[in-house]
Structures are given as C-alpha cells and as structure tokens.
C-alpha cells in the first residue's frame, strides 16, 4: 500500500511537470508567432511532447492557451507579492512596480511579446477578451493599492486621485510596451524605465530630490 501511494506521488509530478514544460514552451509560441501561430503541432515540435499527449492533458487549443495565460499571471502576481513584501516604503514600491511593469523574472521580450500578442487578439475574441480584462483588473489593483498607501503615508501629491493616476500609469506603461517591443523611436527597455520614472514622477508630485533617493535606495537592494 505505501509502496502504491509513493508511485502515485511521482506520478503526480510528473504529470505537473509535464503540464508546466507544455504551457511554457506554448507562451514562447504566442510570443513569438502570436495567437494564430500557435496550434498543437507547434505546441508538439517545440516541446517535444506528442499532439496525443497534449491533447490528453489539455483537450482543446483554447484550453491550452487559457492554462497557459492562467499559469503567466500566476506568476507575475507572485513575483510582485514578493517584491512588495520586502518592507520597502510606498514610495519605493512604486518604483518597483514600475520597474517590474518593465521587465522582471522574464525578460522584456519574453513578458511583453506575450501579454502585447494576447492584448491583439482578445480584440477579436470574447472569451479571450474577459480573461485579458481580469489580468488588467489585477494589474490596475497593484497600482491602485501602492498609489493609497503612498497617499496615506504623504509620500506622494498625485495631480489625479489614486484610482485615475493609477490608470493613467498603466496606460503609458502599455503604450510605452508597444513602442519598445516594435523598436519605435528607438526605444528600449532602457528608454521605457526611463521615461516611466519622469512621468511618475510628474503625475505623482513627487519631490526630486526624494525620488532620486528612493531610486538610489531601491537599486542598493
């Protein structure tokens, strides 16, 4: 009996690893040749596992991709609880979110080719456009929680209340997103954590000399 549930065990691994290996090989895909570009076969070349076997844990194409946008946000959202739980002060976790909206675990390629292909083609896609909405959702929340607590400790003076900055940010974070994985004007991931930095800092009436410091404090970390 012990012997059975031991082998079960493993099993179970297995099969999470298996599963895991699929969704990420499938975000490399959408990243690289978009939503259409992304098929079993594809899926099955890249990973090396059988259309069958893909098929056995994951049914159907909208499936597949549905587990692998589910498993990404799952990620980032660690990822930033992680950064935010440090202990840093608003102010400084502001930074960190913008500089994690950049660039974080993954690189900027790799995060921003697959969020920008998912954006263009919930367009089209009802389904795909609630789940791309709720990842939204919990994008603004992040912004909208740090902009609160910057305000209550009086760290920040936004020029908009907190739930208008906040959107107001994630929409230059976007836009910014597009023109860096096009290359327009030059841009880089560089450029984009740049320009982040001055626009919130304007937004949020923060004191110059204050930022830089917390910029100089969240880089020493």
Not at 22 to 45: K, L, M, Y
């Amino acid at each position: 009996m012990g012997g059975s549930r031991i082998k079960h065990a493993v099993t179970d691994e297995a099969i999470a690893e298996r599963r895991l290996a699929i969704v990420n090989h499938t975000a490399a895909i959408i990243s690289d040749s978009g939503v259409d570009g992304c098929s079993f076969a594809a899926v099955s070349e890249a990973s090396g596992f059988s259309i069958g076997m893909i098929q056995h844990y994951f049914r159907t194409r909208d499936r597949l991709i549905s587990a692998t946008i589910d498993h990404r946000i799952h990620e980032a959202e660690e990822e930033w609880r992680e950064i935010a739980s440090r202990g840093a002060n608003a102010l400084a976790k502001i930074r960190d979110l913008l500089t994690f909206s950049v660039e974080g675990d993954k690189s900027f390629a790799d995060a921003w080719g697959f969020w920008l292909e998912l954006y263009a083609a919930s367009h089209k896609d009802q389904a795909m456009r609630q789940e791309v909405n709720s990842i939204l959702e919990l994008w603004r929340k992040f912004f909208l929680d740090v902009l609160e607590e910057a305000v209550a400790e009086g760290s920040i003076n936004p020029v908009h209340d907190p739930e208008d900055a906040a959107r107001l940010l994630l929409a230059v974070v976007d836009g910014l997103a597009i023109q860096t994985v096009n290359g327009t004007y030059g841009s880089s991931p560089e450029d984009m954590r740049r320009l982040l930095y001055r626009f919130a800092a304007a937004e949020l009436g923060v004191d110059t000399s204050a930022w830089e410091s917390t910029l100089a404090y969240a880089a020493e970390r």
